[in-house]
């Protein structure tokens, strides 16, 4: 494997030097379209929003981070937060895993609680920790950009800003009133229809509102190979697998002088099948459309500016209400055959209610600071709430039961004080420090930091270096998660002596940027994370059982897991007259400390390859992507490809096509989505229910686009 990684690095700065003379034959950076027309210069002054407290350049941000403008969104026609994460370097990606949709990871740190997703710097992640959705109901055809930004964040966000943070940012410079309709269609019976408007008064003051819903059948297996595997399993509904998704989303901004607010609703309704099976057995959820996951995800904020001469004053209001569809159903058995395993439903409300402060402040020409506070309380329904109250699953969760489980209702007081410290030591050098004190009432109290060393060398090139902490509170399944038979039986958190402890890693970072040319930047870093007292499952020998009324086999969480993760990424964007290229190359080692066999971590990609183009002709531009993605690691228990084998590698192509703005109201779009028909199978996070996980085979989307 390193010889393999050798000649892959050697060969990735061999296309990097072919590349690099043909500069010479370049156009001057007149020539160029605007949407090209980023210097390093002027990528360095882009503001990130969302790496700290304040806003810095990203040169100066402390934290490697990816912007992806509007211009970027357009040429890759990324329509939701699903899409983008295909284009992010070092995020592996399993298609169709399980009930929540896909399952992500971030350089090499695995699960959707593991990042957070932001509008506008407020969380979108329910605030018990329960896995993020994201599937089509995170819409980016409202958004103004999207920062990317890796690494450790807790001391901004708090729990779970593990691996990393995603920004959405909508669009706050609003001058003029206008009112935009789009419509796309596509293979799957897929439709995708949305309508964004904005209305401008005085000085200072607007509205905007925007509406999306996405629908799909999924893509149909019928008659393939993958269903064979399963014949063994009679109890499906349907002779045809499909993955049914009707999203949707809505939004409310405004702004009147210094004070600011919106709402902003996530609607996700899947099909949970999602894949052949959901981990747990086919025979549950597989081709069975009236099992699905639904939920709303409700955010409300209100915010007030102050802006003195030297400092800044801001305060925060935040509502969220994440409910899970009373009618929703995880694993309803299909067929009695099966009543010797006890099927559970996964249930969850989160209320929270959030006010936060901040005073920024600048001590001299060299030195700014700023220190804030927040306090948050939360209501909860945990997860497995009818174990709890019914003392067995098999009483369903609907309307009618569902008033009954408030009995379990948790309440959990949090609140955080937080500072940062920024001395610019000299022209091109400067350094921040960032200090974060979280309690809860209910579980452990956590410190972390992060400190960040920033050198310009030049006009054209920058350097970091960069150390951060940060740390996630147990989440309520992990707490309360119970299930099981009269032989066999997982034990809930609530019923042991030694609670749970916090998540924590420790992350550092080296980055280095450099422009060789007026046409040509290069980006390399080096990552290293440590995570220590990971929750996993601990298989018992004997353990109480209450279905046997007996001692039988089971599991339960603990903190035993520790994890060492490392990587180098690599960047290079080249421009001719109008042509762009860009390529990505990403290599990752991640290892169990406590493996003797020194094997990676299951369900990731150790290289990962993008390389991609656009060129704008008079009328329309052409982006065509590819990316190839090494063999990943599998689990013990995969049927197909056992113990230390690897699942299969794919290279996948998209193409999109996008007119400029036609007679000033009119755009076209067209995306075609594995241009090849590649086979590409993902390798899923269980055993054989999800040991190949098939993807889609060519399809692509149409779309029209009216600005009145």
Same mark, same amino acid.
């Not at 929270?352 to 700023?370: C, D, G, P």
């Not at 060398?457 to 707490?479: E, R």
């Given at each position: 494997?390193?010889?393999?990684?050798?000649?892959?690095?050697?060969?990735?700065?061999?296309?990097?030097?072919?590349?690099?003379?043909?500069?010479?034959?370049?156009?001057?950076?007149?020539?160029?379209?605007?949407?090209?027309?980023?210097?390093?210069?002027?990528?360095?002054?882009?503001?990130?929003?969302?790496?700290?407290?304040?806003?810095?350049?990203?040169?100066?941000?402390?934290?490697?981070?990816?912007?992806?403008?509007?211009?970027?969104?357009?040429?890759?026609l990324?329509?939701?937060?699903?899409?983008?994460?295909?284009?992010?370097?070092?995020?592996?990606?399993?298609?169709?895993?399980?009930?929540?949709?896909?399952?992500?990871?971030?350089?090499?740190?695995?699960?959707?609680?593991?990042?957070?997703?932001?509008?506008?710097?407020?969380?979108?992640?329910?605030?018990s920790?329960?896995?993020?959705?994201?599937?089509?109901?995170?819409?980016?055809?409202?958004?103004e950009?999207?920062?990317?930004?890796?690494?450790?964040?807790?001391?901004?966000?708090?729990?779970?800003?593990?691996?990393?943070?995603?920004?959405?940012?909508?669009?706050?410079?609003?001058?003029?009133?206008?009112? +935009?309709? $789009? /419509?796309?269609?596509?293979? @799957? !019976?897929?439709?995708?229809?949305?309508?964004? *408007?904005?209305?401008? #008064?005085?000085?200072?003051?607007?509205?905007?509102?925007?509406?999306?819903?996405?629908?799909?059948?999924?893509?149909?297996?019928?008659?393939?190979?993958?269903?064979?595997?399963?014949?063994?399993?009679?109890?499906?509904?349907?002779?045809?697998?499909?993955?049914?998704?009707?999203?949707?989303?809505?939004?409310?901004?405004?702004?009147w002088?210094?004070? +600011?607010? $919106? /709402?902003?609703?996530?609607? @996700? !309704?899947?099909?949970?099948?999602?894949?052949? *099976?959901?981990?747990? #057995?086919?025979?549950?959820?597989?081709?069975?459309?009236?099992?699905?996951?639904?939920?709303?995800?409700?955010?409300?904020?209100?915010?007030?500016?102050?802006?003195?001469?030297?400092?800044?004053?801001?305060?925060?209001?935040?509502?969220?209400?994440?409910?899970?569809?009373?009618?929703?159903?995880?694993?309803?058995?299909?067929?009695?055959?099966?009543?010797?395993?006890?099927?559970?439903?996964k249930?969850?409300?989160?209320?929270?209610?959030?006010?936060?402060?901040?005073?920024?402040?600048?001590?001299?020409?060299?030195?700014?600071?700023?220190?804030?506070?927040e306090w948050?309380?939360?209501?909860?329904?945990?997860?497995?709430?009818?174990?709890i109250?019914?003392?067995?699953?098999?009483?369903?969760?609907?309307?009618?039961?569902?008033?009954?489980?408030?009995?379990?209702?948790?309440?959990?007081?949090?609140?955080?004080?937080?500072?940062?410290?920024?001395?610019?030591?000299?022209?091109?050098?400067?350094?921040?420090?960032d200090?974060?004190?979280?309690?809860?009432?209910?579980?452990?109290?956590?410190?972390?930091?992060?400190?960040?060393l920033?050198?310009?060398?030049?006009?054209?090139?920058?350097?970091?270096?960069?150390?951060?902490?940060?740390?996630?509170?147990?989440?309520?399944?992990?707490?309360?998660?119970?299930?099981?038979?009269?032989?066999?039986?997982?034990?809930?958190?609530t019923?042991?002596?030694?609670?749970?402890?916090?998540?924590?890693?420790?992350?550092?970072?080296?980055?280095?940027?450099?422009?060789?040319?007026?046409?040509?930047?290069?980006?390399?870093?080096?990552?290293?994370?440590n995570?220590?007292?990971?929750?996993?499952?601990?298989?018992?020998?004997?353990?109480?059982?209450?279905?046997?009324?007996?001692?039988?086999?089971?599991?339960r969480?603990e903190?035993?897991?520790?994890?060492?993760?490392?990587?180098?990424?690599?960047?290079?964007?080249k421009?001719?007259?109008?042509?762009?290229?860009?390529?990505?190359?990403?290599?990752?080692?991640?290892?169990?400390?406590?493996?003797p066999?020194?094997?990676?971590?299951?369900?990731?990609?150790?290289?990962?390859?993008?390389?991609?183009?656009?060129?704008?002709?008079?009328?329309?531009?052409?982006?065509?992507?590819?990316?190839?993605?090494?063999?990943?690691?599998?689990?013990?228990?995969?049927?197909?490809?056992?113990?230390?084998?690897?699942?299969?590698?794919?290279?996948?192509?998209?193409?999109?096509?996008?007119?400029?703005?036609?007679?000033?109201?009119?755009?076209?779009?067209?995306?075609?989505?594995?241009?090849?028909?590649?086979?590409?199978?993902?390798?899923?996070?269980?055993?054989?229910?999800?040991?190949?996980?098939?993807?889609?085979?060519?399809?692509?989307?149409?779309?029209?686009?009216?600005?009145?």
């Amino acid at each position: 494997m390193l010889v393999f990684f050798k000649k892959l690095t050697l060969l990735y700065f061999a296309l990097l030097l072919a590349i690099l003379p043909l500069n010479s034959f370049a156009l001057s950076s007149d020539d160029l379209d605007d949407i090209f027309s980023y210097s390093l210069e002027e990528l360095l002054q882009l503001k990130v929003e969302g790496s700290s407290h304040s806003n810095k350049d990203v040169s100066s941000a402390p934290a490697k981070v990816i912007i992806f403008d509007r211009n970027k969104l357009d040429r890759l026609l990324v329509r939701d937060m699903s899409d983008l994460l295909r284009y992010v370097p070092g995020v592996d990606i399993i298609d169709n895993d399980h009930w929540y949709g896909e399952l992500y990871s971030v350089r090499g740190i695995t699960g959707n609680d593991r990042f957070l997703v932001l509008l506008n710097g407020n969380r979108i992640n329910s605030k018990s920790g329960f896995f993020l959705s994201v599937g089509n109901s995170l819409s980016l055809t409202m958004a103004e950009k999207v920062e990317v930004i890796f690494g450790s964040s807790s001391v901004t966000y708090g729990t779970d800003a593990f691996a990393g943070v995603i920004n959405i940012i909508t669009k706050t410079d609003i001058t003029e009133s206008s009112l +935009k309709f $789009g /419509m796309a269609s596509g293979n @799957f !019976n897929t439709r995708d229809v949305w309508l964004d *408007g904005q209305l401008i #008064g005085d000085d200072d003051k607007w509205l905007r509102f925007y509406a999306r819903k996405f629908t799909s059948n999924g893509f149909n297996l019928s008659g393939q190979d993958y269903l064979q595997t399963f014949a063994r399993y009679p109890s499906t509904i349907k002779n045809t697998f499909s993955q049914p998704i009707d999203d949707y989303n809505l939004m409310f901004e405004w702004q009147w002088n210094d004070f +600011k607010g $919106g /709402m902003f609703r996530q609607a @996700f !309704n899947e099909g949970n099948g999602r894949g052949l *099976g959901i981990g747990e #057995g086919p025979f549950l959820t597989i081709m069975n459309e009236d099992n699905f996951f639904k939920f709303t995800n409700d955010l409300f904020w209100a915010n007030w500016d102050l802006q003195l001469d030297d400092s800044n004053l801001t305060m925060q209001l935040n509502y969220s209400d994440f409910q899970i569809d009373s009618n929703a159903k995880f694993l309803e058995f299909t067929d009695t055959t099966y009543t010797n395993i006890t099927p559970f439903y996964k249930t969850g409300i989160d209320h929270s209610a959030r006010f936060s402060t901040q005073y920024q402040f600048s001590v001299n020409e060299k030195i700014n600071a700023l220190f804030g506070g927040e306090w948050q309380r939360i209501r909860s329904i945990p997860p497995y709430a009818n174990d709890i109250v019914f003392g067995t699953p098999t009483i369903p969760y609907n309307s009618q039961t569902a008033n009954l489980l408030d009995i379990t209702q948790i309440w959990e007081t949090k609140s955080a004080f937080y500072s940062e410290l920024d001395y610019q030591i000299s022209q091109n050098f400067s350094f921040l420090v960032d200090l974060r004190f979280d309690y809860s009432a209910r579980y452990q109290n956590a410190f972390n930091s992060r400190a960040a060393l920033n050198y310009k060398l030049s006009d054209k090139s920058f350097f970091k270096l960069i150390y951060g902490t940060s740390f996630q509170a147990p989440s309520l399944n992990f707490v309360n998660e119970q299930w099981g038979n009269e032989f066999f039986i997982m034990v809930p958190n609530t019923s042991q002596q030694t609670p749970l402890r916090a998540q924590n890693v420790k992350s550092f970072e080296i980055e280095w940027q450099q422009e060789f040319s007026e046409n040509t930047i290069f980006t390399t870093s080096y990552y290293h994370s440590n995570l220590t007292d990971l929750i996993e499952y601990v298989f018992l020998e004997s353990v109480f059982n209450r279905f046997a009324n007996d001692f039988t086999q089971g599991l339960r969480f603990e903190n035993i897991g520790n994890q060492k993760v490392q990587g180098i990424e690599l960047s290079f964007t080249k421009k001719w007259s109008k042509f762009e290229f860009n390529s990505n190359y990403s290599f990752l080692d991640a290892k169990r400390l406590d493996d003797p066999s020194d094997t990676q971590i299951p369900l990731l990609s150790r290289h990962k390859l993008w390389l991609g183009g656009s060129y704008p002709f008079s009328a329309w531009t052409a982006s065509i992507n590819a990316r190839w993605i090494s063999r990943p690691t599998t689990t013990q228990d995969n049927i197909r490809y056992p113990g230390n084998q690897k699942g299969p590698n794919y290279v996948r192509v998209d193409l999109a096509l996008q007119s400029e703005l036609l007679a000033q109201h009119w755009r076209w779009s067209v995306k075609v989505n594995n241009l090849f028909d590649r086979k590409i199978e993902h390798i899923g996070s269980s055993n054989a229910s999800t040991s190949v996980i098939p993807q889609p085979g060519i399809n692509g989307m149409i779309g029209i686009e009216y600005t009145f």
